[in-house]
């Protein structure tokens, strides 16, 4: 079936420092989503990609829709301690279909 | 604005016993719902969706099932529940304007003993 790998699968960082993770595969996708989950909780929508090539920021997350359709990274400027979390790529094969990464752990460091 | 609420919050049930765990919606009509199961330090898999009340796909053969007796209300249920039931389980709506943007709700943890 489709994979998504995502990584690094888990990263630990000082404050401050900026943050980058990305999800690739074998498939093309015509949607990229990237969610942040806090623990006991469920994924809140960070970023949503379109199209091909699309750079998209939300405050200091910036994400960028790969251009073969088939990967996507998303970074972190100057992390702070409440960026700690799971974060996870989701990829939109086709409509109500989306394969999720098996995400990235971010523990920050003060 | 939309909201999703799931209950319970947390549940702990024996082996054998039935499941109902609810999914409701609030502030939008027709909306996609979906079902997911989040094993303990994995990514999301994908249990059942539906487009319209009484339209159910589900994903993953196994023995749950999934119910929409409303717009906007969305039940997964089990008769006997098994020990490898056990996880994280989400339900999340979209609205398909050609775009499927997902937003979750805040998860319900099922242990089973």
């Known amino acids: 079936g489709q994979q998504l790998n995502q990584s690094p699968q888990s990263m630990f960082i000082q404050e401050g420092e900026d943050v980058s993770m990305n999800c690739t595969s074998s498939?093309?996708?015509?949607?990229w989503l990237w969610y942040k989950q806090d623990p006991g909780e469920g994924p809140v929508l960070l970023i949503a990609?379109?199209?091909?090539?699309e750079l998209t920021s939300n405050g200091r997350l910036t994400a960028q829709f790969g251009i073969t359709r088939k990967d996507s990274f998303l970074n972190i400027s100057a992390s702070i301690p409440s960026d700690v979390g799971i974060y996870f790529c989701?990829?939109?094969?086709?409509?109500?279909?989306?394969?999720f990464g098996t995400g990235t752990r971010l523990k920050v460091l003060a | 604005s939309q909201t999703i609420h799931q209950w319970p919050a947390t549940l702990v049930q024996p082996v054998g016993s039935p499941l109902s765990l609810e999914c409701t919606v609030e502030?939008?009509?027709?909306?996609?719902l979906y079902w997911y199961r989040q094993a303990a330090g994995r990514g999301l898999q994908l249990l059942f969706y539906?487009?319209?009340?009484?339209?159910i796909s589900s994903e993953v053969p196994q023995n749950l099932s999934a119910s929409r007796p409303q717009d906007r209300q969305f039940i997964l249920s089990s008769k006997k529940l098994l020990l490898s039931d056990s996880g994280f389980y989400l339900c999340?709506?979209?609205?398909?304007?050609?775009?499927?943007?997902?937003?979750f709700g805040p998860g319900t943890r099922l242990t089973v003993l």
């Open positions: 498939s093309i996708f015509n949607t």
């Open positions: 989701a990829g939109q094969l086709v409509s109500y279909k989306y394969i």
């Open positions: 999340a709506w979209s609205v398909d304007r050609g775009i499927d943007t997902q937003y």
């Open positions: 502030g939008t009509s027709n909306p996609n």
């Open positions: 990609l379109y199209k091909a090539g």
């Open positions: 539906s487009v319209g009340i009484g339209q």
